[in-house]
């Protein structure tokens, strides 16, 4: 892996080969517990509603009014593709795909949030 280059506050460099990681999220087995209980995991579970879903798994204070907000002023529709950087669970980026019809890319870089997905 090539280094990754930082600048501190003082504007010296920093080489690192690493990227660092910080858990954001905790209790994440929550989720999988809340998914449980409304029959939304395993071999038999039921089609799962994005808008329902979000209920549990938007990781934001603003809940879908935000994402609503968004789509219409970035005029989101299927020809857009979005990058969700820091997506947790997915929540509003599946709200955005459902709401829009546009191409969302998730990305969560912590461990065991992307592993639930």
Known sequence: MAPIT???AD???NNNNDIKTMKLYTNVERIKNE???RNMLGDDAIA??????SEIDSMHYMGNSAVEDAVSALKLDSS???LDIGSGFGGPA???AAKSNCSVTALELQRDIHDMG
Do not use: E, Y
């Open 6 to 8: 930082t600048s501190t």
């Open 48 to 53: 799962i509603d994005p808008i329902v879903l």
């Open 11 to 13: 504007g010296s460099d």
């Open 80 to 82: 857009r593709k979005v």
């Open 94 to 96: 599946r709200v955005l």
């Open 35 to 37: 998914l449980a209980s």
